[in-house]
C-alpha cells in the first residue's frame, strides 16, 4: 500500500471459465461503497488459471480516501464485483485486508 491509501492487489481467476472483473473498492467499514471500475477500459477480463495485479483506492468513510504514513497500517476491506463469462451471473465477493504502507503514493 502507498502513502495515498492505493493498494495493488493480485486477483487470480481459479474457475473453469473466464470471469470479467467489471468492479472494486476498498475501505475500513465493510460496506460496498467507492466501487470502481478496476481500469481505465471499464473492466478486466481474467482466463482460467490466469491471474493480474489491480489497484484500487482505500477509503476510510464514504468519502474520505485513506492516507498515512511510511510504516503505518490498514486494516479494512475489498469487494470485487465479476461476471462469470459462461453462466453471464454478476457476483460480489469480499475479504478482509491489512497491509503496511511502504511506498510512497503511487498512480493505478
Given at each position: ?21 467489471t ?32 489497484y ?53
Amino acid at each position: 500500500m502507498s502513502t495515498n491509501g492505493i493498494v495493488e492487489l493480485n486477483l487470480a481467476n481459479t474457475f473453469a471459465e473466464s470471469i470479467n472483473i467489471t468492479a472494486i473498492g476498498c475501505n475500513e467499514n465493510n460496506t460496498i461503497s467507492n466501487m470502481h471500475d478496476p481500469t481505465p477500459y471499464n473492466s478486466i477480463v481474467l482466463q482460467p488459471e490466469q491471474s493480474a495485479n489491480i489497484y484500487a483506492q482505500c477509503y476510510m468513510t464514504s468519502a474520505l480516501k485513506y492516507a498515512g504514513s511510511i510504516g503505518g497500517s490498514f486494516t479494512g476491506y475489498v469487494f470485487v464485483n465479476y461476471t462469470n463469462s459462461q453462466a453471464k451471473l454478476s457476483t460480489s465477493i469480499s475479504g478482509q485486508l491489512t497491509a503496511v504502507i511502504s511506498t510512497s503514493q503511487s498512480e493505478p
